[in-house]
């Protein structure tokens, strides 16, 4: 399996970014991408995750109605991130899982290799 992430980079607070991954080499026939992120020293958490079959999405409390998970119904996953803040500045990692929504934003069966996105003031 393969999760290839782009759009990360440097943004101004209150600006957007938006990240996408393309997934391949699987034949799960339901998958959930999603999106951790992770900054140095402190552990990997779930950003937003979305169900391949039905489009279910998962939030964090932390980016509800900041953050948007999308697909597009194949492989690949968008996360369009508005109104960013200094704390969202992290490693952002692609994820995939397989099997059920439930326990999305805890759990991955794959990951991307990160991209980095700094939110400065």
């Known amino acids: 399996v393969q999760l290839v992430e782009s759009g990360g980079g440097s943004v101004q607070t209150g600006g957007s970014l938006r990240l996408s991954c393309a997934a391949s080499?699987?034949?799960?026939?339901?998958?959930?991408l999603g999106w951790f992120r992770q900054v140095p020293g402190k552990q990997r958490e779930g950003v937003a995750c979305i169900s391949s079959s039905d489009g279910m999405s998962s939030y964090a409390h932390s980016v509800k109605g900041r953050f948007t998970i999308s697909n597009d119904g194949k492989n690949a996953v968008y996360l369009q991130m508005n109104s960013l803040k200094s704390e969202d500045t992290a490693i952002y990692y692609c994820?995939?899982?397989?099997?059920?929504?439930?326990?999305?934003?805890?759990?991955?069966?794959?990951w991307g290799q990160g991209t980095q996105v700094t939110v400065s003031s």
């Open positions: 994820a995939l899982k397989a099997g059920s929504h439930y326990g999305c934003l805890d759990l991955a069966d794959y």
């Open positions: 080499g699987f034949a799960f026939p339901d998958v959930i």
